[in-house]
């Protein structure tokens, strides 16, 4: 049920048959588990590239931070392409960045070069940021008491994108000795061409004149508390996966574990990140967002206890995984939220601007997540993952107290 933001749910409805929004959701969510496995290869292996590459070994985990720049420089220029030409056009720019990712990532492995593979994974930022805007174009033109559904079927996608990545670094690293993983990218190269093909099928209504210049102003939009409350969550669901599962493959490096133990943790990590979206949604239509938003803060918060509990790989598991179940409540209960905070036409800008603050913040947490690990070591990453926790559960219960409904103006 995939439109543009700048169609509203009735034009929607009459501009697309049953069929078609039943493939574009197949479609989406296929596209899902095909380009999430970019986001995969360049977390698994992005800081142990790196760490054989750069100059200075506090560097090791700068290219997963570049990549994390990339979402957030490129989510707002990509929000806008959606904007003037349809959301279509906008997955075909990011499965672009998504082969570039890959080839220069090859490049970069074979020169031994720091700062090309950086620029590389810069561009794979780019790609991922697209990747996450399927969610809400998948919302887009439903019923509100499907929308939450929706959102959560195509995010499930990704539980392919758990098996496909990891197992794709495990069965190609070492294709091509000495270039350990110059395969591995190539192959990721044709995995986003493939996510290109399947976004192409993709039926969406282009955007009108009309609609493109509607909607009320983004700044009346975004200081509504919910909104507010929304970023908050999400931005800090996102920020502490990432500051963790950046710093996690390194540390069990660091710890003796072999690169394959590693990988398969990842594997697992990203399957839980994916595979409750088959009932997140109806749990968030059941109990409400705030209340699977608040679960998934204490997922995450109970990760990291079990990370400070030990360095068996069995602790590095457990923390992976209860991650990845805590990132999915979290960032999935928060984008439901959002939904609930603007009109049709107003999708794109909204969104946009939503997860341009969301990776903005995770920029920040995965730059102090590389110094932390270096200087300080794994334990005091998880000690620091509190703090922004302990924020975002403190303003979702103040919002809670005050019981403030959802305040979309329908006038």
């Known amino acids: 049920m995939s439109h543009t933001d700048t169609v509203s749910v009735e034009d929607n409805a009459s501009a697309l048959s049953l069929h078609q929004q039943c493939g574009n959701i197949a479609r989406l969510t296929v596209a899902q588990a095909l380009a999430g496995a970019n986001s995969v290869v360049v977390y698994a292996t992005g800081a142990v590239v790196g760490n054989v590459l750069a100059p200075d070994k506090s560097l090791a985990t ?10 957030a420089a490129c989510i707002l220029p990509m929000g806008s392409i959606a904007r003037r030409y349809g959301r279509r056009m906008a997955f075909m720019a990011g499965t672009g960045c998504g082969v570039l990712v890959g080839l220069l990532s090859a490049l970069a492995v074979v020169l031994g070069s720091f700062w090309l593979f950086c620029l590389a994974t810069f561009f794979g930022g780019a790609y991922a940021a697209v990747v996450l805007s399927f969610r809400f174009a998948a919302a887009d033109g439903v019923e509100p008491a499907m929308r939450a559904r929706s959102l959560s079927f195509v995010m499930g996608g990704g539980v392919a994108a758990g098996v496909i990545g990891p197992q794709l670094v495990t069965y ?12 591995t990218y190539l192959v990721q190269a044709a995995v986003a061409a493939l996510s290109a093909v399947v976004l192409f099928g993709v039926h969406l209504p282009l955007p009108s004149a009309k609609k493109v210049a509607g909607g009320r102003s983004l700044s009346f939009i975004v200081r509504q508390p919910r909104f507010i409350t929304a970023m908050i969550c999400a931005a800090v669901s996102y920020m502490l996966m990432n500051f963790i599962m950046t710093s996690a493959p390194l540390a069990m490096q660091m710890c003796g574990h072999p690169l394959e133990t590693a990988n398969l943790g990842m594997q697992w990590h990203v399957i839980a990140m994916y595979l409750p979206s088959f009932f997140t949604g109806r749990l968030i239509n059941r109990f409400g967002s705030g209340c699977v938003v608040t679960v998934g803060l204490l997922m995450i918060g109970g990760s990291a ?3 400070l509990a030990g360095i068996d790989v069995a602790h590095f598991w457990l923390t992976l995984i209860l991650l990845g179940v805590g990132w999915n409540f979290g960032f999935v209960g928060a984008s439901a939220m959002v939904l609930e905070c603007h009109r049709p036409e107003e999708a794109t800008r909204v969104q ?3 997860d341009f603050i ?3 913040t995770m920029a920040i947490g995965s730059f102090a997540s590389g110094n932390l690990l270096a200087v300080y070591g794994w334990d005091m990453v998880l000690w620091v993952s509190f703090v922004p926790l302990i924020l975002a559960v403190l303003v979702l219960s ?4 005050f019981n403030r409904a959802p305040s979309i103006d329908h006038a």
């Open 358 to 360: 969301v990776f903005g």
């Open 305 to 307: 206890i079990i990370g």
């Open 172 to 183: 190609t690293m070492d294709f091509w000795p000495p270039y350990t993983f110059a395969i």
């Open 62 to 71: 700068l290219p997963i931070s570049i990549f994390v720049v990339g979402m």
């Open 398 to 401: 103040v919002t809670a107290v």
């Open 352 to 354: 946009s601007f939503n």
